[in-house]
């Protein structure tokens, strides 16, 4: 199983097929109990947001960076880790300057893999 969000204000393609907006067909959708998983390839490289943690820069680094998304109240320190808050939505830039956002919303743990 697999879903695509074409894209509809223009050609240019958001992820690495034309005209799509979101597509996960690059590693399928597992939907099972306590489990979601999905895969998809962006068009650029600006992927912005994925929860509260300490970065080097807002860009995140997408060199196979496994980031979870839990809270902790821990106040803001040295190193990567999560800090207060948890907020499952991303934004990309693209070179031409528009940008897109998605949320992932549920009630389970989750976490992320940037590559």
């Not at 690059?26 to 994925?50: E, H, P, S």
Request: net charge positive; charged share 15%.
């Amino acid at each position: 199983m697999s879903a695509q969000i074409p894209r509809t204000s223009s050609s240019r393609s958001l992820v690495k097929q034309p005209k799509l907006k979101f597509d996960t067909s690059i590693g399928g959708l597992v939907f099972a109990d306590q489990f979601l998983q999905l895969a998809t390839n962006l068009a650029t490289k600006n992927v912005y947001g994925f929860g509260e943690n300490v970065h080097q820069t807002f860009r995140h680094d997408l060199n196979y960076r496994t980031w979870p998304l839990f809270g902790r109240d821990k106040p803001l320190g040295e190193g990567t880790e999560n800090l207060y808050g948890v907020h499952p939505f991303y934004t990309v830039l693209e070179a031409d300057g528009k940008a897109h956002g998605i949320l992932f919303l549920n009630s389970n743990a989750m976490g992320l893999c940037l590559t």
